[in-house]
């Protein structure tokens, strides 16, 4: 079983630096609009806040978390809006302590969790490892809005590569949300990390294949850009269907985001 310190740590890098993005904002700031409709900035980092408490109450009392669960899957067009709107009416500092708490404890119950074990999530149980790695994800994607309304260009990291592991693995599950059969054959994914490496997925001989940017691809498959808008490239025609509806989150498809230039 490889060591899954690396994806706590980078777990933790992505907060931080999020965290340093909204640390110092005025009140006004907070409330600003970002892409995602009828959230400000606060309902982004509300949003982390209480996934991240969910986490850790999955990692440490599995029994409460099914509990929860269980209520918040009774009203599942409105638990995740209704978990942000709880948090985002709080003052600024308290909400910003609250996140910083919340990610902290789960960080240290994550590292103590025993190796081979499973907690309950959303979907199907999850490893510590994947847990972090699900964590990563919506830190970003929701950082990338935070960003948005605050008009910030990131330096994108090779933390991405996380985001792109979900989002390859997750091909079969956006056709099927879809109501669309996944395809049989393999794709092959070739993605250049910003260092400039080659992350590369599935057989080179595939005759399906998607290349381009991994910043791109992440941007896609967390639906905060438009593909219209990406350096993506997509060869036969399942991976070109693929392209219009990734998506790396679970729950039904997403609304995604206007082209550029495009009206509202």
Known sequence: ??????????????????????????PEQWRLP???????VAHQIAHLAWTDRQALLAVTDADGFRAVAQKALAAPDTFVDDGADDGAHLP???LLSRWREGRTALDKALR??????RFPWYGPPMSAASMATGRIMETWAHGQDVADALGVVRTPTDRLRHVVRIGVRARDFAFGVHGLTAPAEEFRVE??????DLWAYGSED???RVTGPALDFCLLVTQRAHRTDLALRAEGSDADRWLDIAQ?????????RPPKGAAG
């Open 191 to 196: 993605l250049r990390s910003p260092s400039g």
């Open 1 to 26: 079983m490889s060591d899954p310190t690396p994806v706590f740590d980078d777990l933790r890098e992505e907060s931080e630096e999020l965290d340093a993005l909204v640390a110092e904002l005025t």
């Open 92 to 94: 600024p500092a308290e």
């Open 112 to 117: 103590a969790a025993p190796p081979g074990a």
């Open 34 to 40: 970002t892409p995602a409709s009828r959230w400000s």
């Open 206 to 208: 595939a005759a399906q």
């Open 248 to 256: 790396a989150f679970a729950g039904p498809p997403g609304t995604g």
